[in-house]
């Protein structure tokens, strides 16, 4: 695979009804290939190295970009706190208007999957495609125990990096047998979490537990496929998205986690291969 370009994403003042809104923060996107954009979008805590298993598997033919969401990796945290899901949207569009992408194909895991989605929904003529994995709409109540003790415990012990907890993260992410025979999985996370602001990422974290996504029943004409591993015990509200986006279809990937695109890249690659073939062939048909 050729070497990324990378570059930060400058939109330093938005002009908004004939006034200046709010410095947005700088977003770091990297990019390599030619041909149809596929743009990435990251889950909370994972950064653009968090495709590295998966890029190599991504058929030539395809930009692929990659960008980190607003306080993560090495994009700035918003100088107004903004973490809402609006806000992320609002930067997906700075991205893909600052590239002069004209009609994209979406990939988003988790909270990446939401904002992709909600992307998808208000510009329905901008997206061929969302493939949405384990995305977060709406939490379950032990969903929401865990994280909101984790956030406890965070501030409790004088808000280390979060390093501290890969142990934790990575086998919540995982599970222990996979964490077990995958001895490279901590180490990797370790790195990647210790590189970023944790300050940033909890207070992400605290606006994503915080709001409630909610994708209404407007039937956007994109193709959308959910992606979920044989462990993602989560999907009970994928019904929304179904109601939302009535050219749906649901796959559970065998091996994998709410993680795939690390733990089971092969399986992802193809599924997603398998429907960016579909999508094409039914923008080519409109």
Known sequence: MRAPRTAPLVLAVLLAAGRAEAQEPRL??????????????????????????????VRDGRRMIRYDPRGQGRSEAPPDGNL????????????????GLERVDLLGVGTGGTIA?????????????????????????????FWNRFLGAYG??????????????????????????????????????????????????????????????SQVPVPVLVVRGERDHGGERDGEIRAAFPWFQRIRLTGAGVQP??????????????????????AGSR
């Open 28 to 57: 770091y996107f990297e990019q390599d290939g030619e041909g149809q954009p596929l743009v990435f979008v990251a889950d909370w805590a994972h950064d653009t190295g968090s495709w590295f298993r998966l890029l190599p598997l």
């Open 84 to 99: 809402s899901l609006d806000a992320h949207v609002r930067d997906l569009d700075r991205l893909v208007t600052g590239l």
């Open 117 to 145: 989605l909600e992307f998808a929904r208000r510009e329905p003529a901008r997206v061929r495609s969302v493939t949405a994995v384990s995305p977060r709409v709406g939490w379950s109540p032990s969903e929401l125990e």
């Open 156 to 217: 409790r012990v004088g808000r280390p990096t979060l390093g501290e907890y890969s142990s934790v993260l990575v086998e919540r992410w995982f599970g222990t047998m996979v964490v077990t025979r995958e001895t490279w999985l901590e180490p990797f996370y370790d790195l990647m979490l210790r590189r970023q602001s944790a300050e940033s990422l909890v207070a992400s974290l605290a606006a994503w537990l915080s709001a409630e996504p909610r994708l209404g029943t």
């Open 261 to 282: 695109q690390v733990d089971a890249p092969g399986a992802l690659a193809a599924e997603l291969e398998r429907f960016l073939d579909v999508a094409e062939a039914a």
